[in-house]
């Protein structure tokens, strides 16, 4: 399993960030367009066994990804893990810490690539590594950027 981690300090309200980044339908806000062009809700909302889909382009071919959340922790944690998708096991993990102003975000995603199929021809897992840490790292860039700008 490959672990890929991305921390920003976010200032705003924990509870303003942890909104925003757990509601589904900021998601294709907030990552680059090439990788996620849609998401949403499908089932339950944001609470424990709630279900999202997110459409985009993953490991260099057009895939749809549905995530189950199978822990919320409000203000705290987050966790979703895939229950259909291109990746052989995927979990995205995103955990909040209030720093007096301040908001700590930690996004963690553990995958792990199917094997023996083109998916895994196509990209190697330094690859899909390298993008998933860009696509974290530009998705808390802008999730900064629009909770800092709509505080000032």
């Given at each position: 399993?490959?672990?890929?981690?991305?921390?920003?300090?976010?200032?705003?309200?924990?509870?303003?960030?942890?909104?925003?980044?757990?509601?589904?339908?900021?998601?294709?806000?907030?990552w680059?367009?090439?990788?996620?062009?849609?998401?949403?809700?499908?089932?339950?909302?944001?609470n424990?066994?709630?279900?999202?889909r997110?459409?985009?382009?993953?490991?260099?071919k057009?895939?749809?990804?549905?995530?189950?959340?199978?822990?919320?922790?409000?203000?705290r944690?987050?966790i979703?893990?895939?229950?259909?998708?291109?990746?052989?096991?995927?979990?995205?993990?995103?955990?909040f810490?209030?720093?007096?102003?301040?908001?700590?975000?930690r996004?963690?995603?553990?995958?792990?690539?199917?094997?023996?199929?083109?998916?895994?021809?196509?990209?190697?897992?330094?690859?899909?590594?390298?993008?998933l840490?860009?696509?974290?790292?530009?998705?808390?860039?802008?999730?900064?950027?629009?909770?800092?700008?709509?505080?000032?």
């Amino acid at each position: 399993m490959t672990r890929v981690e991305y921390e920003i300090d976010i200032n705003a309200p924990v509870e303003r960030v942890y909104e925003y980044y757990t509601n589904p339908n900021n998601i294709k806000e907030a990552w680059p367009r090439d990788m996620v062009k849609e998401s949403e809700t499908t089932a339950g909302g944001s609470n424990t066994g709630s279900e999202m889909r997110v459409k985009g382009e993953y490991m260099g071919k057009e895939e749809e990804i549905r995530l189950q959340i199978t822990e919320r922790e409000p203000n705290r944690r987050l966790i979703a893990r895939q229950t259909q998708g291109p990746f052989q096991n995927m979990e995205s993990i995103q955990e909040f810490q209030e720093n007096g102003s301040t908001t700590h975000v930690r996004h963690i995603i553990n995958f792990e690539l199917p094997t023996g199929s083109k998916v895994a021809d196509v990209m190697t897992g330094k690859q899909a590594d390298d993008r998933l840490r860009q696509g974290m790292e530009q998705a808390a860039q802008t999730v900064k950027q629009k909770l800092e700008g709509a505080a000032a």
